[in-house]
């Protein structure tokens, strides 16, 4: 009966305005909360008709259809936590419930997303959030470089884990020496003296060595020849000498003082090209740097004066752990007391094809369906994805005074499918009353 679609369509819209109220309140509940995504109702009329002219028409109601719309961003709110993440952009954190770290073999943790959280180190050394979630990535090699691991599975993530109280090192794998040498003592009436000069470095368990060079004149039978002999030994092996090398030097107006060629009589040959010497320390290789034939920026002799003008090496003693960044490209740097850094992980960015068919869960976290599509993971600002950002949370993309207007919006829509209700209930009275 006509009258009674119109009850049943009255009750339809009851429903779904209820539906409406209830994303609009947690909307509005959680406009504070960081990384909440707005959900929205959208209604989609039934239609039911008999043939086409038989003049009844059969009110079918409404239907809700709620979703969450995933892919919006909110605005980044600055913070003063350097692990406070978010993403600027497309893309997501991945991140594991901790209780489930317990009892999982590595790499069989399920996977969530989420946009932005706030990690702190838990007992045993985690980044998670208060609400349980561990930062996921790759680990870096000891070098600091990161492997290459497959993208579409979890396998190789493992959870970050940060030691407050460890110790690095950084041993010394190159060195540029600038050092002038006296113009005055490679002369037939010069006094031969031999000059010295000692140069820090660190080994590779952190210790403090020694590169001790000698530079010797050669004294001409006449005028003077711009020879000079470097001898250079290291205290790691007990003094032993790892290079011997003749060195001439310019004499002409133009390039006056600089190398003019380097003879090498034993160790590491010289490099013309970069103006290096490949020496063999006691933990390994090292390129010291004396400057290219013709350059003023390394080896020099010049007027009367033995002086280094300039040492600077790479390497530092043991430190300890001052704090932990990330930074837009996801990787997570260890700062320590010596000045150190070393890179500990790489945070990727999943991806979906479809991130608003993402499955949402609690505390603002997502998990991969059929609708989504499959997970990729990308380096950050690769591909699709967007930066992460460190010092920053994503803020709710809530609009409360939009929710409010639609609240008003629903308000009314509701009492008018109540007054068809009454409307229906007063007429259906009074074909009740025809028989009287």
């Keep these: 009966m006509t009258i009674s679609s119109s009850l049943n369509a009255g009750v339809a819209g009851l429903n779904a305005n209820a539906t409406k109220l209830a994303t609009i309140s947690d909307n509005i509940a959680n406009s504070g909360t960081y990384g909440y995504k707005r959900a929205v109702t959208d209604f989609e009329s039934f239609v039911i008709t008999k043939s086409a002219g038989s003049g009844t028409y059969s009110a079918g109601g409404v239907k809700a259809n709620t979703s969450r719309l995933i892919e919006q961003r909110g605005a980044l709110v600055s913070t003063s936590n350097a692990m406070d993440i978010a993403v600027t952009g497309r893309g997501f954190l991945p991140v594991t419930p901790v ?8 790499g069989d943790q399920p996977l969530l997303m989420t946009t932005t959280g706030a990690f702190h180190t838990n007992s045993d050394g985690l980044l998670v959030t208060d ?5 996921m990535g790759w680990p870096a090699e000891a070098d600091g470089s990161i492997s290459t691991y497959p993208r579409d599975t979890v396998a190789d993530l493992e959870p970050v884990r940060i030691n407050a109280n460890q110790s690095a090192g950084d041993p010394t794998t190159q060195m540029s020496l600038g050092v002038n040498l006296p113009a005055t003592q490679a002369v037939v009436d010069g006094n031969g003296e031999t000059l010295p000069l000692s140069v820090e470095y660190f080994g590779n368990l952190g210790t403090s060595e020694t590169m001790d060079i000698t530079f010797t004149p050669t004294q001409p039978a006449s005028g003077n020849d711009n020879e000079w002999t470097m001898v250079i030994s290291d205290s790691a092996q007990g003094g032993a000498t790892i290079g011997e090398y003749t060195l001439t030097f310019d004499d002409t107006r133009g390039n006056g003082g600089t190398l003019a060629s380097v003879t090498t009589v034993s160790g590491g040959a010289y490099d013309p090209a970069t103006g290096s010497l490949a020496l063999t320390v006691g933990g390994g290789s090292m390129d010291v740097t004396i400057g290219r034939l013709g350059d003023n920026k390394g080896l020099t002799q ?30 997570i740097t260890a700062t320590y007391d010596t000045g150190f ?44 994805t967007g930066a992460v950002s460190g ?3 994503e803020g709710s993309t809530t609009d409360v005074a939009g929710e409010l207007t639609a ?19 007063e007429m259906l009275q ?6 009287r």
């Design 99 to 106: 209780v489930s770290l317990g009892g999982a073999a590595a």
């Design 131 to 135: 609400s349980g979630l561990a930062l």
């Design 302 to 331: 010049l007027s009367d004066s033995f002086a280094p003008t300039s040492i600077t090496k790479d390497g530092s003693p043991v430190g300890n752990l001052t704090g932990v960044e990330i930074n837009d490209g996801g990787m």
């Design 341 to 384: 850094t070393r890179i500990l992980y790489q945070v990727p960015l999943a991806d979906v094809p479809s991130p608003n068919g993402l499955i949402s869960l609690n505390n603002q976290t997502f998990q991969v369906s059929q609708d989504s599509g499959s997970f990729f993971l990308w380096d950050a600002g690769d591909g699709p």
């Design 391 to 393: 010092y920053a949370r």
């Design 407 to 425: 609240l008003i919006q629903t308000q009314r829509a509701y009492s008018s499918n109540a007054k068809v209700i009454q409307t229906v209930d």
């Design 430 to 435: 009074e074909t009740t009353n025809i028989k």
